[in-house]
């Protein structure tokens, strides 16, 4: 099967191919899994931390990817609830192991032993690709490959977070950075708040443009200051200046609530600016989001199905992989996400 291989971390330099498309074995389905024939894969911020070695995989080479739609194409021995041809969804959450006292909890996200697909295994950017059928998701008919395929990491994740805000409706609600997780966001906020107001804080004026059109209330750079005081603000972006600018327009008892599993360290100096006095105080608090858990991928496709969500996407072939993650660093320059087809439309 062809698959584009990460052998390395490959820290950005123009020219940049991080990915080697290769002709690399098939895998099989074990007892209790799925094969999956892939048609699309999205491309997600986390691929690029892959990439150039903010995040290492256990080992390499290593197939990225893990915003899947394909159709099973084989069933491992035990597997009842799925048939050939069914389509399904493979997210970033791969698999927990149900008996810690994290997935007790209902919290598998936080799983000692959580495993990444795209990371820890192999993911979606390939023609074939292996699930626990546990960890599979039917998706909804209402939803084509290609808009349901963004919602199995920047919407599942976008969703998770707007949990976490613990914002009630009516109270404004800031976003930081307007990219393939925070278009969906928004979306997701006016279904879950529909009486809170968003205000959008992103860099490039195309961006802000587009929060617009998507129903924000207002839209400003980073540094900017918003109508009021947001309750709550989601920060979506892979640097460290708009949480410090977040925290400095929060309202007293808010909280950011960071959308990311790394961060980028160029401008990590800007912690050095960060005052307790001025910006901690009066308990404001910072919260991390950590990976999803499957009841998060699964109630983010029942929003989009319902019509309460639709991801915006641009599409590129698996042989532009490469040129699609070089995408994710430019901020500004495409609206939504970027999804690889990889089988036949």
């Not at 799983?111 to 690709?129: I, K, L, M, N, W």
């Not at 919407?155 to 949990?163: E, M, T, V």
């Not at 992989?321 to 901020?331: S, V, W």
Request: charge should be neutral.
């Amino acid at each position: 099967m062809l698959a584009q291989l990460l052998d390395r971390a490959t820290p950005f330099a123009s020219p940049w191919t991080p990915l080697r498309l290769a002709d690399v074995p098939a895998p099989s389905a074990k007892p209790g899994e799925l094969l999956v024939r892939v048609d699309v894969c999205a491309v997600c911020r986390t691929d690029l931390d892959l990439a150039e070695g903010r995040l290492i995989p256990p080992r390499y080479p290593v197939i990225p990817g893990h915003q899947v739609i394909g159709r099973v194409a084989a069933l491992g021995d035990g597997v009842r609830d799925f048939r050939e041809n069914d389509r399904v969804g493979i997210a970033w959450i791969h698999w927990a192991d149900g008996v810690c006292e994290w997935c007790r909890a209902g919290l598998e996200n936080l799983c000692p032993r959580f495993q990444s697909t795209g990371c820890d295994v192999h993911g979606g950017y390939a023609e074939f690709v292996t699930v626990s059928a546990a960890f599979a998701h039917v998706i909804p008919n209402e939803l084509s490959d290609l808009a349901a395929s963004p919602l199995l990491c920047a919407g599942a994740i976008g969703w998770r977070s707007l949990r976490l805000t613990n914002l009630r409706d009516g109270e404004p609600l800031g976003l930081t950075g307007f990219g393939a997780s925070g278009h969906l966001v928004l979306q997701l906020a006016h279904r879950r708040f529909p009486k809170s107001p968003v205000y959008v804080f992103a860099r490039a004026e195309t961006e802000r443009e587009f929060a617009r059109s998507l129903g924000a209330a207002w839209a400003g750079d980073t540094s900017d200051v918003p109508p009021e005081q947001p309750a709550a603000i989601i920060d979506t972006t892979p640097a460290w200046k708009p949480i410090v600018s977040a925290l400095r327009v929060l309202r007293p008892g808010g909280r950011v609530v960071v959308n990311a599993i790394r961060k980028e360290t160029r401008d990590q100096s800007e912690l050095l600016s960060l005052d307790y006095g001025r910006d901690l105080w009066m308990e404001r608090e910072i919260k991390s989001v950590a990976n999803v858990t499957r009841a998060d991928v699964r109630e983010t496709l029942e929003a989009a199905a319902s019509g309460a969500l639709r991801a915006t996407v641009e599409e590129l072939p698996l042989d532009r992989a490469n040129e699609a993650l070089e995408m994710q660093r430019a901020p500004g320059g495409l609206r939504g996400s970027r999804v690889l087809r990889v089988g036949h439309a």
